[in-house]
């Protein structure tokens, strides 16, 4: 990324499966446009799709009249991705760790989401908040 100002951008989505393309283009378009190098933005574009994926499925159980607020914010070295959900909420420490051997092994389809949050992304971290919207924050380095 040429520039050393933070850049912000905002999304807003209906909580469709539909819009997981909305949400991957949003994400698509700012990276290209602040420079961040192909498989960065690669790995930023799955988790994030993950992420919301996780959200309509889990969250909102595909309840298609729900939002899901996206924030990028982009710096020199960092890209930070929030996701705010008002559905369900869930504790990512009692999500434990694919075996992934037995996984391959079983032919199993699905469930590797958060894992593949985890191992894509820098940083992961989820909140909750009284007024019942839960947030998570996903962070990747740039460089």
Same mark, same amino acid.
């Given at each position: 990324?040429?520039?050393?100002?933070?850049?912000?951008?905002?999304?807003?989505?209906?909580?469709?499966?539909?819009?997981?393309?909305?949400?991957? =283009? /949003?994400?698509?378009?700012?990276?290209?446009?602040?420079?961040?190098? *192909?498989?960065?933005? @690669? $790995? #930023?574009?799955? &988790?994030?799709?993950? $992420? $919301?994926? @996780?959200?309509?499925?889990? &969250?909102?159980?595909?309840?298609?009249?729900?939002? #899901?607020?996206?924030?990028? +914010?982009?710096?020199?070295?960092? +890209?930070?991705?929030?996701?705010?959900? /008002?559905? =369900?909420?869930? =504790?990512?420490?009692?999500?434990?760790?694919?075996?992934?051997?037995?996984?391959?092994?079983? !032919?199993?389809? *699905?469930?590797?989401?958060?894992?593949?949050?985890?191992?894509?992304?820098?940083?992961?971290?989820?909140?909750?908040?009284?007024? !019942?919207?839960?947030?998570?924050?996903?962070?990747?380095?740039?460089?």
């Amino acid at each position: 990324m040429k520039s050393s100002r933070k850049h912000s951008y905002e999304l807003c989505v209906k909580s469709e499966t539909s819009q997981l393309a909305v949400i991957r =283009d /949003f994400i698509n378009k700012y990276a290209e446009e602040n420079h961040i190098p *192909g498989p960065v933005s @690669n $790995a #930023i574009i799955l &988790a994030v799709d993950e $992420a $919301a994926t @996780n959200i309509v499925k889990h &969250a909102y159980h595909y309840a298609a009249d729900k939002e #899901i607020h996206i924030t990028l +914010c982009l710096s020199k070295d960092e +890209c930070t991705v929030s996701l705010t959900d /008002f559905g =369900d909420s869930f =504790d990512p420490s009692l999500i434990p760790q694919p075996n992934m051997k037995e996984y391959l092994q079983q !032919h199993r389809v *699905g469930g590797l989401g958060l894992y593949l949050i985890r191992t894509l992304m820098d940083s992961m971290e989820y909140k909750t908040d009284p007024r !019942h919207s839960n947030k998570l924050i996903l962070k990747k380095k740039l460089s």
